[in-house]
């Protein structure tokens, strides 16, 4: 008994580590050198940031505890949005949520705790009915994010551009450092796998051996996997306080990586999860 537990909390530990250390560095260093806007880069973080959770769940969902899934998300996307919080606080960056574009992804965002929030209030099954209504939804929020961004951010996005082009003019194309990236983030993901996998056989044992409910283990999963995010929304703001440009840039990448993230493990996840279980 002690033993799983003690391996849970190792493997657990070590996809945090990998993550945040080695994945999420690399994924952001590859879109610095492809010189990737901020919004893009906010993307790329929130799909690295995302990838404990894809492996959580999926290896729950492949071990049977689909109730698991679903706390996990919920417990994910509160406490992105908790650390997202903290780090505008602390980084003095309230003003610059006032902006209309970061409002809308902001209430989208809102609606990633909601839906699960009613899916287990209402007790609803998590069956395949669900997933191309989870599709229409990432679909949805995504267009509606590109669209308000465009519309609301239009001084900062034409000064961005015109950075983009004065880098791309002064520095040649990395290409053994892209190469170098995209190499760490392949093994990256080969090394995840494994432990998720190994951790996956953990779950369902302490779920068997102490009688644990799923939603606490959704719930605990949710906290462990949600770190990453919190390095990538401080990260992402003091980058651009270090470079001294324009402090917005970094809170358009925090709320992206922010809204990136959500958005997947609600709809795109989650999806995976359900597919996974009924596969």
């Known amino acids: 008994m002690f033993l799983e537990v003690i391996k849970f909390i190792i493997y657990s530990g070590l996809i945090v580590l990998v993550s945040k250390y080695i994945l999420v560095k690399n994924l952001r260093n590859l879109g610095?050198?492809?010189?990737?806007?901020?919004?893009?880069?906010?993307?790329?973080?929130?799909?690295?940031?995302?990838?404990?959770?894809?492996?959580t769940i999926s290896v729950s969902s492949?071990?049977?505890?689909?109730?698991?899934?679903?706390?996990?998300?919920?417990?994910?996307n509160i406490i992105n949005?908790?650390?997202?919080?903290?780090?505008i606080v602390i980084n003095k960056n309230i003003r610059k949520i006032k902006n209309k574009a970061i409002k809308v992804d902001m209430l989208m965002i809102a609606f990633t705790i909601i839906i699960p929030i009613l899916l287990?209030?209402?007790?609803?099954?998590?069956?395949?009915?669900?997933?191309?209504i989870f599709i229409f939804l990432y679909i949805f929020f995504r267009a509606i994010s590109r669209i308000a961004h465009i519309k609301y951010l239009k001084a900062e996005n034409e000064k961005i551009e015109d950075i983009v082009l004065m880098k791309e003019k002064n520095r040649k194309k990395q290409?053994?450092?892209?190469?170098?990236?995209?190499?760490?983030?392949?093994?990256?993901?080969?090394?995840?796998?494994?432990?998720?996998?190994?951790?996956?056989?953990v779950i369902e044992s302490l779920a068997i051996i102490f009688n644990?409910?799923?939603?606490?283990?959704?719930?605990?999963?949710?906290?462990?996997?949600?770190?990453?995010?919190?390095?990538?929304?401080?990260?992402?703001?003091?980058?651009y306080n270090k470079q001294d440009t324009d402090t917005m840039y970094g809170v358009i990448e925090a709320t992206n990586n922010?809204?990136?993230s959500n958005i997947l493990n609600i709809f795109i996840i989650q999806s995976i999860g359900i597919y996974i279980y009924f596969l």
């Open 62 to 76: 492949f071990s049977g505890l689909i109730n698991t899934s679903i706390f996990n998300v919920l417990s994910s």
């Open 258 to 260: 922010l809204f990136t």
């Open 212 to 239: 644990i409910p799923q939603f606490i283990i959704g719930l605990f999963l949710g906290i462990v996997t949600s770190i990453p995010e919190f390095i990538t929304f401080f990260e992402a703001q003091r980058h």
């Open 175 to 201: 290409v053994a450092k892209v190469i170098k990236n995209i190499l760490f983030i392949l093994i990256t993901g080969i090394v995840l796998f494994y432990l998720g996998d190994l951790l996956g056989s």
């Open 81 to 87: 949005v908790l650390q997202y919080i903290t780090s």
């Open 32 to 55: 610095e050198n492809l010189n990737l806007r901020p919004k893009a880069i906010g993307e790329v973080a929130g799909i690295a940031t995302s990838i404990p959770e894809l492996i």
């Open 120 to 132: 287990i209030l209402l007790n609803i099954e998590m069956n395949k009915a669900l997933i191309p």
